[in-house]
């Protein structure tokens, strides 16, 4: 057993460091309100180092103090994403190592959803959350078919491109549309390819449930939040057999 | 005015080339934006004549009303003679009732000939001159209550972003903001608007990290702003995002509603938006034009260049956008107080020297562009979730921003990257800004850098670099008879990307002007 506590200066002192902001004007009683906080959140005692008012009824704290709890990191559970996460530069080289070629994605948004936001976000250079979209990553070729695009013309797109992984994105939910889109997709694929040859089917939206893939026919189901390097890293993960380097985070 | 002489060594006639460079590459695709227009010029000048709202399912009248006109006789003459032939002609009363009309299907357009075409014109050139009447009058108020209750207190102006996705949000976000110290403030629009080919309508209270500029959006946060700014005794600048498949539209709009700075990029959309790239200059010179008209500090993306390439290996490329940028403004008629052009602090931290190459790229861009704004932007790559780093490279950045001179200075978040900023970390930001230019802000009175020191020396470099890009550039003669930036965009020259002239969003919204080709807000904007 390692039970272990917060580390300021000496070993076992628990020491931790907060900041916060109250919505209350900065008084004596702001302060007190600062210090009854920390103490519930179990720092005892407690020591506001700094206050500071921060626009009009609110004031800013910085607030040091001990607190007892004990850790035991034998009994941490993690759920770890079953792919490594890799920088763009990792993904690129990857590819270049184990399919000699640039791995080509087709993307877009099927049936009537005129909503872009979500493909656009993972394909464009310009990406999302400050991670850049896959058209900036130079192994791969991305083909954005944008909205509206047909199940059919899916599929003919992506044979056309040779594509080795499809993205779909679905942000219309009406009537359960983005279920419906989905299955309807992966069953044309199904059909239009054997097995063995089927690119590999992905699909995003701020509606989907991560554990329906296997329910909705695809590969992989992301949600919201999903930056364009996870997806980047599950394809590279899923389509070049050379394990990677890096670790995930 | 005193004769500037230059503090990094820099040979005035390698300036003079560099513009003359510019001017060169420029210039062909100036030509090319005036032989063609795109539908949303032409919504725009359906906007200015006075025409917004939209159908029961969005979609706004001008979208419905322009489509119509191109259904019947094409984009290529330009929708106004058919669109106020038709008014003459008695179809309806107003532009309302014929954009209502014409989308229902009981409207036919036709190319007026003789007088009919004169008379058009001529009505045609009244209804848009109106709403260039109102963005002239927005200028106006714009002075007197700069005038009246005074302007930003001190250069650089602080700009802060507020983006809530909701509009009634944003306002009291905004109005705290502008308490707290802020000049100017940005309200970042939805994502993904840039590719729509619209401009959404009404007030709007839900958005994807941002909120949708519409023309009710504008009006909403110009008056509360007014509110605040006489609250304060300064004016607070408005600004939004004009970039993207409307950027007419939403220029027309920001004058009628006296929107102060406005993104405006003359490549971002085509590098980052794969927008088509003919699309893209024909809107930018007319959106341009408009600012000009409207008195509105356009801010330039160059920043964009550095997220996605490597700071200091792309640093000319700045250059040379700035420079592109500078010449399309200026030819578009904006005014060098009106160009806010763009730069960043971008480079990795972990490279020595890194401040030292940071401030010689800014010096540079303020020896290049002595009467710009310029626009300086905070790091936000290397900003890692590490807080306490993070906001020690703000406090440089903001340093550089203080020694060279920064006209507009968005405030760096310490949180960039963490979450969207809460309101202490803009007050921590605020005070870091503060701390800094009260410390150092005439700091610039003292520091020379070494004539051959490696400041000056990197400076050289970068617009040697960039010198020798433009020259690669006019030399680029890959397609015959192709206007040379579009060849070197095709082949990837900027920001890694490569966009033909053929492909991209909203192509095919672009048409090649008839002989016969008639828009009376060019004619207006282009008198002057």
Redesign the interface.
Known sequence: MNLIRPYGDTTGDGMVQLSFTLPIEHSKVAEGAAVQLANKMGMDPALVVHAKPMGEGFTFFVVYGRVNHLVDPSTVEVVERDYPLLTPKEANAAIKRSMRRRLVVVGGCIGTDAHTVGIDAILNIKGFAGEKGLEYYRELKVVNLGAQVSVPQLVEAAREEKADAVLVSQVVTQRDAHLLNTREMSAAFREAYPPAKRPLLVVGGPRFDETMAGELGVDRVFTRGTTPGEVASFIVHRLTSTPTTKEAS | MAKRTSQLGIDTADVRRARTLARQVGKPIVDLATQHTTVSVERATLRLAGLGGADPDGTPWVNRLADAVRADVGLEHGVSLPVWDALLRGEADDLLTLAQKAAAGSVTFRIPEGRDATRATSASRKAVGAGIKQIDRQRASREKMIAKIGDAPSKPWIYLIVATGDIMEDIPQAQ?AA??GADVIAVIR???QS?LDFVPEGATREG?AGTYATQENFRLMRAALDETSRELGRYVRLTNYASGLCMPEIAALAGLERLDMMLNDSMYGI????INPIRTFVDQRFSRQVHARAGIIINTGED?YL??ADAIEAAHTVTTSQLLNEYFAKEAGLEDWQLGLGHAFEIDPEVPDSFRLELAHAMLARELFPDAPLKWMPP??HMTGDIFKGYLLDGFFNLVGALTGQGILLVGMMT??VVTP???DR??ALQNVRYVMNAAGKLHEDFRPAPDGFIANRAREVLGEAVALLEEIKDDRTVKGQPPLLSAIADGTF???KRPPHKG?GLDGVARKASDYYNPATEILEAK
């Open positions: 705290a308490r707290e939805s994502t993904g590719l994807f590098l980052f938006r794969d964009n997220t996605t936000t790559r960039e990257a809460w309101i202490s007050d921590l920001g890694l990307m969003r």
